[in-house]
């Protein structure tokens, strides 16, 4: 096995940081089809070909962008996996509340590049998670997938109906019933 080195400079993480906070606020502005990698390295100061080796396609930097704005991780799992899953449910409910209008596009245009960043960067996560804190708490069942889904759908039904977010409270007495057995 041999290990490889990367020739030239190593990055800047405070470019790639900059270049990630202005590919936010050019989507917020614009976008995603109008935002144009060229404005977003000119505001950055960061030349196009110094971008595009970072990120090769607009596609890979929005994606990155939405999950550079992410909250951090999930917290490791405790010896309750049930309420891991409703901590993690809580969290895509506070998430969704948060970034509103970035997720009408799901709705919006469900098959548009922009709408596959924000399933990728936005709810792939949470969806992962919750189906991990799931099997935790259930096994390995055989409808498994749809279980976790379905929690996540349900928080996302009640945000998309009622505007506001389900409560940790409320996930675990009228969304986790319906997920465990």
């Known amino acids: 096995m041999s ?39 000119r505001r950055a100061g960061v030349g196009l070909g110094s971008l595009y080796r970072r990120w090769p396609t ?5 994606v990155d962008a939405l999950r550079a704005a992410a909250p951090a991780d999930q917290a490791e799992p405790t010896d309750d996996p049930v309420e891991d899953l409703v901590a993690v449910l809580a969290g895509l409910a506070k998430e969704l509340s948060r970034h509103g209008a970035l997720l ?25 998670a919750a189906r991990e804190r799931l099997r935790r708490a259930i096994g390995p069942v055989a ?11 349900l928080v996302l039904q009640h945000h998309l109906l009622h505007g506001t977010p389900l409560t940790a409270h409320d996930i675990r007495a009228q969304i986790i019933p319906l997920m465990t057995p």
């Open 3 to 41: 290990t490889e080195r990367r020739r030239g400079r190593p990055r800047d993480p405070d470019v790639d940081r900059a270049i990630l906070q202005e590919t936010l606020a050019r989507l917020d502005d614009g976008g995603y089809e109008r935002l144009r990698v060229a404005d977003v390295g």
């Open 58 to 62: 607009k596609y890979a930097l929005v």
């Open 104 to 128: 009408s596009v799901l709705l919006a245009d469900p098959a548009s590049e922009v709408a596959s960043a924000v399933r990728e960067a936005k709810l792939r996560p949470f969806q992962e």
């Open 143 to 153: 409808d498994l997938d749809t279980r976790a889904d379905l929690g996540t759908a």
